[in-house]
């Protein structure tokens, strides 16, 4: 098993340098940490007295995976849900935030475990996300790597300027459908013909 720091390397690999899209909402962003990331935890990169767009260029990657460990594991309390779903919450919590949450608490609902989904772990999502593995010890994992690649299409179906996250230009599976992937079984990924039919109403 990996360790949270192990995860939390692999993390800043996938959101690699520093971008500021304006097509994100997350607005500039650097190893994934974004500048509203940084002025939430009051994190003055520069020591200049303001968090702007060069704390964001500033921050390093030991540093980027420090703020992953503590705020986006610890401090939500992902060690408490069940081993072989953690690092996909993780990973998704550092690009959705608390939406991560609500996909595991609506997948556990969904499978016969109430939870609300208020995209806090509690103590009912713990106690409905171990019940909703035991249910399914080898499908848990995948079942949520499955509704996180939904949550992401969810996503660009409503919002066009996220569409280029989810499709690239060649028509081909964007990052975000790359990466929910990345924890999903390989018999469970979507061929790229299944993939272009499911984006094929965005034009």
């Not at 996503?155 to 499709?167: F, I, N, V």
Request: net charge positive.
């Amino acid at each position: 098993m990996k360790t949270v720091r192990e995860i939390a390397e692999e993390i800043v690999a996938r959101e690699g340098g520093f971008v500021n899209d304006p097509d994100d909402p997350g607005g500039a962003t650097n190893h994934g940490v974004t500048i509203h990331t940084l002025r939430r935890l009051g994190l003055d990169i520069t020591k200049d007295s303001r968090i702007d767009v060069a704390d964001v260029r500033a921050l390093t990657r030991a540093q980027a995976i420090d703020i992953y460990v503590e705020h986006y594991f610890k401090r939500p309390g992902l060690a408490a849900l069940p081993e072989p779903v953690q690092a996909s919450v993780f990973d998704m919590y550092v690009n959705a935030g608390m939406n991560a949450i609500k996909v595991l608490q609506r997948l556990c609902t969904s499978m016969g475990f109430a939870c609300d989904p208020d995209g806090m772990v509690g103590p009912q999502t713990i106690r409905a996300a171990q019940m909703a593995h035991d249910a399914a010890p080898t499908h848990f994992a995948d079942a949520y790597g499955i509704a996180r690649r939904n949550y992401y299409y969810g996503l660009a179906d409503a919002r066009p300027q996220s569409r280029k996250y989810a499709r690239r230009r060649d028509g081909g599976k964007g990052g975000w459908i790359v990466r929910a992937e990345e924890f999903i079984a390989p018999r469970y990924h979507l061929s790229e013909a299944q993939h272009r039919q499911r984006v094929a109403a965005w034009g």
